[in-house]
Nanobody, 122 residues
Framework: QVQLVESGGGLVQAGGSLRLSCAAS????????IGWFRQAPGKEREFVAR????????FYADSVKGRFTISRDNAKNTVYLQMNSLKQEDTAVYYC???????????????WGQGTQVTVST
């Protein structure tokens, strides 16, 4: 069993920064992909970024490219999402998830955290 716990969300002004963390316990990340997704009220869950744990290969949604950075800390079994130049449209609940396939589809991820709220004010 895998447990994922997100932290680091909060309220920030537009243009500000936040760093989200996703800490795992149970099975390690070593053979998997970790993805960040977000869901705003009334909208579907959407892909934000992913990282292949072994190689560190990353991929971003166009909407966050150049502003968000996904990274990992092997020793801490933690994945981070550094979010800079935040916009009001980034407001959502952010989830991390672990999957087997290097995919942007939520359906390809097997384990999910509980989510952390990010609110960007104008």
């Amino acid at each position: 069993q895998v447990q994922l716990v997100e932290s680091g969300g909060g309220l920030v002004q537009a243009g500000g920064s936040l760093r989200l963390s996703c800490a795992a316990s149970g099975r390690t990340f070593s053979r998997y992909v970790i993805g960040w997704f977000r869901q705003a009220p009334g909208k579907e869950r959407e892909f934000v970024a992913r990282i292949r744990w072994n190689s560190g290969t990353t991929f971003y949604a166009d909407s966050v490219k150049g502003r968000f950075t996904i990274s990992r800390d092997n020793a801490k079994n933690t994945v981070y999402l550094q979010m800079n130049s935040l916009k009001q449209e980034d407001t959502a609940v952010y989830y991390c998830a672990q999957g087997t396939y290097y995919s942007g589809s939520p359906n390809d991820y097997d384990y999910w955290g509980q989510g952390t709220q990010v609110t960007v004010s104008t």
